[in-house]
């Protein structure tokens, strides 16, 4: 069908305002990949509607909240339609004396925690770019930050989900109770799956009550060897934090930038956090700073209110642009707890090889290290081959020892020379029959999963 | 085919002692914890002691054509365990060794057939702990665990078994063994641990299992809150929710279980009381206290008759006992039970308890309640006696009613015991044909040959063209309460 026909049987569907095509897609591409046409459906029954015509035209689809993570992801095989979710943006339900609510995929998160906040409650989820990320977008690619610490990731919190199939067609799993055991626990196989095997139309998620009072302790410490004998420690006791992050001394100094506290050089920071009743935070608090002194911590600030806020949503954003064009290749590697601060030696041992710029952010209580690597200044557009090396090497090492390595975004030219998400093991024949059964035509996102799915 | 070609190829795999045929012996397979609905005998009994054993017996079966099933410990309540369909059922119980535990990263990894207290009592003196905590705990393997993504009374706070289980190795029903998640988080790909989780061995057969331990608490608490009427416990319930205290437990007992417990254990409730509310609060020392304190008040305002706090482990054994006693007590009071597992929003409690009761009165049934009060997790237990005539009948059809009940106001029919055999015929209540269709997907993503666990969890279609299976009506449908779609 050519560009012009596709846009009529889409404006059809969704009316004429609501479709985007020819040039005007470009701000719509997926590493370079422009789409024929962007759609926005109203509801389930347009987005039904539009899946139809995709399945019968056999054009690929990529679902698309508002972009944040569109950088996750092998290069697309082919982007016919993008189909955008912005118009689902509605709560659906909200009984604070549940916990629970039920949200529209499109709805930024920063609204829907907006309501949640009225009633007492929030969201556990601070993924990066937090002001335009969406409900959908989060669920899709999994993504967390800080908060997964004490929460865990969407596919803890989702309890009930609503699924727009490849062929249009709408499915539900799980339910809006916080226990169900009836059938397969559906949500689980669409949370994390990029949109590959159905477009996440709402979704039913567990909330917390906002702790009546949070405050964050950073220490500062010479070496990470310190740092991570105090994070071990803290993790060890029976201290109950909300967050535990740790960041290398490029990491720290930009996130206090950013943050309007100035951190000395060539220091790593450990941020901990705590919420609970005022008296619980202040002795959980001084619990901390002891054990920090005790590890030799070099300086420490106690952080709260407004303050606190702007230091985790620098924490969650980092990196910022930087403005000179040189842009990072964000990696995140999943690794015991034991093995976090080798894996950001070796990472920063192997950027200085390759003559690239290194950083690192750690949710150090879950193993999860989020890597940045970029060209030295002057040297902006430094072969991508050696990042697509450096990937390789690091990755060798994390999976000998169980762990995993993906990179979150990287220019097209780095993901063109490396598997972005690296082997699977031996279960990938059973993720390829499952999108054989639930995406026959592979129209959905193709190409952008692990193992080519 | 013959049963001594079967008996003959497991021996091969496992050793003529671990294959157990003889028909007396198999009549400890001819249920699980569910013994009121259905019986079936297996045709043979295997016990193989390694994922390679597993394997081949996985692959006789399929090349024998026969349906299969796992089976951990037979405590489960839906009847997922009971070898509907006849075949071979694989009994993990002598692969309960604990294969690693790694303290400095919070893992355990294990074979299925652990009990699932040993795994806690191996790690509490290192201060830690495996969260689900199923009242079968003392018996129920962690393999069923993941099978049936039990729950528990801590669950509120922790989250079900599917929180805790980070990997998986599985045999699959052609025989192959693949590994799934793993020590690590995050796993790129399809969520295949957290989608096998509660699938009640209709995947597959996990052979290895990879779990998350939590630190103990610095501290614990544990109350109980006895008032006159259920709304008022219910309001207590929803408050405790509402000022921002998730209790670790949270559960209520009515009056009905109040008066068999006093009647067994003489636990000392008081005069008068109609609901019993048991709060655990675990945590930071500073934070439990001020939520006790909390909590106190809250029960102030809502007409308490009686708080008693414990001061000791002794203590807090003590206010537990009759939480833990409560199922069994119901024996004192009937001659038969049937226990129903549905889930409501929270804030739905007083007006679902009050149709509960409507629906005990329209059948001149008791029905007693225990049960997960802060995940709205009901356990309607439904006093009947199958000697008189027409009882067990009218016991199906009142938890029938009750399974609708729950679905009205948005629940779900099964919070933790899981669909099995019991509940196979509700199960389109609560999902469309197009739902069922995608969980169909998956099973033949699995298993395209559905000889794992056959008759479970998923409804077969009436005129079911893909299965070599034949149709066995169930009992609530040949008893006329239910129809196939």
Redesign the interface.
């Known amino acids: 069908m050519n560009s012009e026909r596709l846009e009529g049987r889409l404006a059809g569907i969704v009316g004429a305002d609501h479709v985007v095509a020819a040039e005007s897609c470009a701000p719509y591409a997926v590493d370079d990949k422009a789409p024929k046409a962007v759609v926005f459906p109203a509801d389930a029954q347009e987005l039904s509607e539009v899946m139809k015509l995709a399945s019968s035209e056999r054009l690929s689809v990529v679902p698309w909240g508002s972009g944040t993570k569109i950088g996750l992801g092998g290069i697309p095989a082919r982007v016919d339609l993008v189909v955008g979710l912005t118009r689902l943006n509605q709560i659906i339900d909200y ?6 609510a039920t949200f529209q995929a499109g709805m930024l998160l920063r609204e829907a925690q907006t309501s949640l906040h009225s009633g ?1 409650q929030f969201l556990p989820f601070d993924p990066a770019r937090y002001e335009r990320a969406t409900i959908g977008g989060i669920l899709a690619t ?1 993504s ?1 930050g800080p908060w997964r610490h004490r929460y ?2 969407a ?2 919190l989702v309890i009930g989900i609503r699924v727009v ?1 490849a062929d249009g ?5 799980g ?12 949500s ?2 669409y ?3 990029l949109g590959t ?1 159905g477009i996440i139309l709402e979704a039913t998620l567990r909330l ?5 009072v949070e405050r964050t302790w950073i220490a500062l410490f010479l070496t990470g060897e310190a740092a991570g004998c105090a994070v ?1 420690q803290i ?6 934090c909300t967050r535990v992050e740790l960041l290398s001394p490029f990491a720290a100094q930009s996130v206090g930038r950013q943050a309007g506290c100035a951190l000395p050089a060539d220091t790593v920071a450990v941020a901990v956090s705590v919420g ?2 005022s ?2 935070v ?3 608090i001084a619990a901390i700073r002891k054990l920090c002194h005790q590890e030799r911590a070099v300086a420490g600030f106690l952080v709260e209110g407004s303050a606190q806020e702007s230091l985790w949503r620098a924490i969650c954003d980092f990196p910022s642009a930087s403005g000179d064009g040189r842009s990072w290749a964000t990696l ?1 590697a ?5 093995k976090v601060l080798e894996t950001i030696h070796r990472a920063e041992a192997l950027g200085r090889d390759l003559g690239l710029e290194s950083a690192a952010v750690s949710e150090a209580g ?3 290290v989020r890597l940045y690597w970029r060209g030295e200044t002057g040297s902006p557009e430094k072969d991508p081959t050696s990042i697509a090396k450096g990937v390789e090497e690091l990755r060798r090492w994390v999976l000998r ?4 390595l ?1 990179i979150l975004s990287a220019r097209p030219a780095i993901k063109a020379s490396v598997d972005v ?2 082997p ?5 024949f ?2 390829r ?2 999108k ?3 995406d026959s035509q592979g129209l959905l996102n193709p190409g952008r ?3 080519g799915i | 085919m013959d049963k001594r070609r079967i008996v003959e190829g497991l021996s091969a795999i496992v050793g003529r002692e671990w294959v157990i045929s003889d028909p007396d012996e198999l009549t400890v397979y001819e249920c699980d914890g569910m013994t009121y609905l259905e019986k079936a005998l297996p045709d043979v009994v295997v016990l193989p002691d390694s994922t390679e054993q597993v394997a081949e017996v996985v692959k006789f079966c399929s090349r024998e054509q026969l349906p299969f099933l796992p089976r951990g410990a037979g405590t489960g309540l839906s009847g997922g365990a009971i070898a509907v369909q006849g075949g071979v059922i694989i009994g993990l119980n002598r692969m309960n060794r604990i294969l690693e535990i790694d303290l400095a990263n919070q893992r355990a990894v294990v074979e299925p057939g652990l009990v699932n207290i040993a795994l806690t009592q191996a790690v509490q003196d290192h201060g830690h702990y495996f969260a689900p905590d199923p009242a079968s705990q003392a018996a129920s393997s962690i393999g069923g665990n993941v099978a049936e993504n039990a729950g528990g009374p801590h669950c509120l706070k922790h989250g079900t078994t599917t929180m805790h289980i980070l990997g998986l190795e599985l045999v699959l029903a052609s025989g192959e063994i693949v590994q799934v998640g793993g020590k690590t988080l995050d796993y790129p790909g399809y969520d295949l641990t957290g989608l096998f989780v509660g699938s009640e061995g209709t995947l597959g057969i996990a052979t290895k299992v990879t779990v998350r331990l939590l630190r103990q608490a610095e501290a614990s608490k544990t109350l109980l809150a006895s008032f006159r009427t259920i709304d008022a416990a219910s309001e207590v319930v929803s408050e405790i929710i509402a000022t921002g205290i998730i209790p670790s437990a949270l559960e209520m007992m009515d009056r009905h279980i109040i008066k068999a417990l006093e009647e067994w254990l003489q636990i000392g409730y008081p005069e008068g009381a109609g609901a019993v509310l048991l709060i655990e609060l675990d945590g930071p020392a500073a934070e439990i206290e001020a939520q006790a304190k909390g909590i106190e008040q809250i029960c102030a305002q809502h007409g308490i008759l009686d708080l008693r706090i414990a001061k000791d482990e002794q203590e807090r054994t003590l206010l537990w006992k009759g939480r833990k006693g409560a199922v069994a007590a119901v024996g004192r009071i009937t001659h038969e039970f049937y226990l129903q597992d549905g889930v409501i929003p929270r804030t739905k409690l007083p007006q679902v308890l009050r149709e509960i009761e409507a629906i005990a009165e329209r059948n001149a049934f008791v029905i007693a309640n225990v049960f997960h009060a802060g995940d709205g997790n009901l356990h309607p237990l439904i006093c009947f006696d199958s000697r008189r005539k027409g009882e067990l009948q009218r016991a199906i059809a009142a938890g029938a009613e009750i399974m609708r009940l729950c679905l009205s106001v948005g629940g779900s029919i099964t919070g933790e015991h899981g669909i099995g055999m019991e509940k196979i015929d509700f199960v389109p209540l609560m999902y469309s044909p197009d739902d069922l269709e995608a969980m169909r997907r998956v099973r033949v993503a699995f298993d395209p040959s559905l000889r794992c666990n056959p008759g479970k969890l998923l409804p077969t279609t009436r005129s079911c063209s893909e299965t070599n299976v034949t149709y066995r009506p169930h009992r609530v449908e040949r008893e006329g309460l239910a129809q196939r779609y």
Request: net charge negative; with cysteine; hydrophobic share 40%.
């Open positions: 009984e604070p004396g549940d916990l629970t007492g999994n967390s865990g990731t596919r803890d199939h067609t709408l499915t539900k799993g339910a809006k109770v916080v226990k169900s055991v009836s059938g397969y626990d559906m689980k196989l949370v994390g799956s095997l917390y009550p906002l702790p009546a071990a993790l060890h006791s029976t201290i109950v609970s009743m008296e619980a202040d002795a959980q995140k999943s690794v015991s707890l034991a879950c193993g999860i020892d169980g762990g995993s993906v998400w690296g699977v093991g031996n279960a990938l059973l993720m029959e499952l054989r059964q639930f999963f692990v193992g």
